[in-house]
């Protein structure tokens, strides 16, 4: 695959899901790169991987999410087939262990969704920032479980993501009210749970996510510490 085929793969995945994350989209592209390529070890195999990641990359989608996603796939089916002396079966192997990743990746956001719905409690005003689509999954999720809770979004510019997050909801059948980003300070005490996604999880346990996470963090720890100093 070219650099061309490797982009047209890749945006047809997206467009053909919305639901799809960007790092899911990119996985299976390098997933039909395997299947297709012509090299003949696995060191070449190896580096036009990494050209390929790279090219998925430079598109426009999450740069976080797409490079950590590769790099975890392509340390996973590299690791398991080192030890196959006949490259052939090294490449079915890689395909073959791609697709398990890819399939443990896929269903994280029913896990979640799963462990984080017992957070949220009946009557609940949740705050969120942005769009994200296991958050999305995680009050949807609730809203099926009956329970009743009330959601404001932040409009969160320059890309105005709110605003997606918040017709989905609406969609969804959850109340929810988009409110400006510097809104924040104003609606924090009426909240009772603050939500956000993640680009990237980080070895020490930090996240990355959109611009404007920060503030929302410490306006929530000021506003904490305020509650408890009554």
């Known amino acids: 695959m070219e650099s061309d085929e490797i982009v047209a793969f890749f945006t047809k995945a997206m467009d053909d899901d919305p639901d799809l994350s960007a790092a899911i989209a990119a996985i299976q592209t390098l997933i039909e790169f395997i299947k297709l390529s012509s090299a003949d070890t696995l060191v070449e195999l190896r580096e036009r991987l990494k050209r390929a990641i790279e090219t998925v990359t430079n598109t426009d989608s999450s740069v976080t999410s797409v490079s950590s996603g590769c790099e975890l796939f392509l340390r996973f089916i590299t690791l398991t087939a080192l030890d196959q002396t ?71 510019c320059p890309d105005r993501s709110g605003l997606e997050m918040q017709r989905r909801l609406h969609q969804a059948g959850v109340p929810c009210t988009l409110i400006l980003d510097a809104a924040i300070g104003y609606i924090m005490e009426k909240v009772d749970l603050v939500m956000v996604g993640a680009e990237g999880v980080v070895e020490s346990g930090g996240i990355i996510n959109k611009v404007g996470q920060r503030a929302l963090w410490r306006v929530e720890e000021l506003s904490t510490r305020s509650e408890r100093a009554r």
């Open 86 to 156: 006949d490259f052939q079966q090294c490449k079915k192997i890689m395909v073959e262990r791609g697709k398990v990743f890819l399939e443990t990746v896929a269903s994280s956001r029913d896990k979640i969704a799963k462990l984080a719905v017992p957070f949220i409690t009946d009557g609940a005003t949740i705050l969120l920032h942005s769009k994200s689509r296991v958050i999305l999954h995680t009050l949807v999720a609730a809203a099926r479980a009956n329970k009743r809770f009330q959601v404001y979004v932040t409009e969160s």
